[in-house]
C-alpha cells in the first residue's frame, strides 16, 4: 500500500481550523434578524417545519430534533415530498425554517409560493441574503459563508457545519426564553438515562407492598431470617406494634451478630438492629438515593423508604436502582 502524499493530520487540522473560522464570521454576523427569528419562534402557536435539500435537508433533521426535545414542537418536511402530498402538515398558524446555503434549490424553492398561500411564516436561514429564498421570508438568518472547508470549495462542509450550529443555537436561546428546566427536559425523555435520573422516583424503584421485607421488633429472628430469605432482599425494616419505622436489620448485621459468639436465634431483634439507619422518602428522586448510597466512605446496598407518617412502605436496593439504568 503506498503512503498517502498528503499530511493527513495537517489536512484535518485544516478542515477544523476552515470550520472554526467560518463560525467566528458567522457569528460577528448576528444581529437583529436572528432576535426577530427567535421572537418569531417563541410566539409560534402551531409547530415549526424545518425544510432543505441534500446535506441541508439533513441538517434540517437534526435540528427539528433538537427543537422537539428541547421543548419547541417541530417537524422535518422534504421540500419534494411537500409538493406530492406532505403540505397537508402545513397549517397557517406554523412557521417554515428553511435551510439552504445558495438560497436557489429549484426543488425548495418551488415549495415557498405554496407555503406562502397556507399562510405559514418563513425564516430563511442561507449564506446569501439576495437569493430567492432569502426574498420570500419574513426573516432572513444571514450566514455569511466565504470557504467550504472541502479541498475544491464545493461539497457542503462549513456551510453545514455552521447551519448546525446556528440551530443549536436558537433551541438553546428558546429554552432560555421559555424557561424550560430539567423536569421539562425529563417529561420529553422519559427512557433516556439522563431523563431516568431526572425523572425516576424512590416509589418507583423500591419494593413494596408484599415484596418490602417488614418484621416487627417484637417477633424472633427465626421469622426476620425467614422474611429476608422470602424476599431476597438482604435486608428487611423493623417496625414497632404500631407499625412505624423503628430499625432495620440487614445480612451484615446478622454475621456481625454471629462474631459474639452467641445463637443468632437466641437474640432479640432489637440487639441485632440498626436503629438509626439512613432512610429515603417514597417521593425522593431515585437519583438522589443512589447517590446517597454509593456517595459516602463505606457504600450500602440498601435503603429502607419510610413515608411521613413513619411507615417503612418500601426497602430500595442498588441493584434494582442499576436495572433501571441509574
Known amino acids: ?58 441538517i434540517a433533521q437534526k435540528i427539528a430534533a433538537t427543537f422537539s426535545s428541547t421543548g419547541t414542537p417541530a417537524v422535518y418536511l422534504d421540500p419534494t415530498e411537500a409538493l406530492h402530498g406532505g403540505l397537508g402538515m402545513v397549517q397557517r398558524q406554523d412557521l417554515v425554517l428553511a435551510l ?64 448546525l450550529a446556528v440551530g443549536d443555537a436558537l433551541a438553546v436561546a428558546l429554552m432560555k426564553y421559555r424557561s424550560f428546566g430539567a423536569g421539562d427536559f425529563a417529561r420529553n425523555h422519559p427512557s433516556g438515562r439522563l431523563g431516568k435520573r431526572l425523572s425516576l422516583t424512590v416509589a418507583d424503584v423500591m419494593r413494596s407492598g408484599e415484596d418490602n421485607p417488614v418484621v416487627r421488633a417484637d417477633q424472633d ?66 437519583a438522589r438515593a443512589i447517590a446517597v448510597m454509593e456517595e459516602r466512605k463505606n457504600p450500602f446496598n440498601v435503603l429502607p423508604v419510610v413515608d411521613r407518617r413513619g411507615r417503612a412502605v418500601g426497602l430500595l436496593q442498588v441493584h434494582d436502582l442499576r436495572a433501571r439504568g441509574l
Open 1 to 58: 500500500m503506498r503512503k498517502p502524499r498528503v499530511d493527513v493530520l495537517a489536512e484535518i487540522r485544516r478542515v477544523l481550523d476552515c470550520e472554526a473560522a467560518e463560525l467566528k464570521r458567522t457569528r460577528r454576523a448576528i444581529g437583529a434578524p436572528y432576535a426577530r427569528a427567535i421572537a418569531l419562534l417563541a410566539a409560534c402557536r402551531g409547530k415549526v417545519i424545518l425544510t432543505g435539500v441534500g446535506k441541508s435537508g439533513a
Open 100 to 163: 439552504g446555503k445558495s438560497g436557489e434549490s429549484d426543488e425548495l424553492n418551488a415549495l415557498l409560493p405554496h407555503l406562502r398561500a397556507r399562510g405559514a411564516k418563513l425564516i430563511a436561514l442561507t449564506a446569501n441574503p439576495r437569493s430567492t429564498l432569502a426574498r420570500r421570508a419574513a426573516v432572513v438568518l444571514h450566514t455569511p459563508i466565504a470557504e467550504e472547508a472541502c479541498p475544491l470549495n464545493l461539497a457542503p462542509t462549513s456551510s453545514t457545519t455552521v447551519a
Open 221 to 286: 429472628v427465626r421469622r426476620l431470617l425467614l422474611e429476608i430469605t422470602r424476599k431476597q432482599a438482604g435486608a428487611a425494616s423493623i417496625v414497632d406494634a404500631r407499625g412505624r419505622f423503628i430499625g432495620l436489620v440487614t445480612d451484615y448485621d446478622l454475621r456481625r451478630s454471629l462474631e459474639t459468639g452467641k445463637n443468632p436465634l437466641s437474640l432479640s431483634i432489637r440487639t441485632i438492629m440498626n436503629p438509626r439507619p439512613t432512610t429515603v422518602r417514597p417521593e425522593d428522586s431515585a
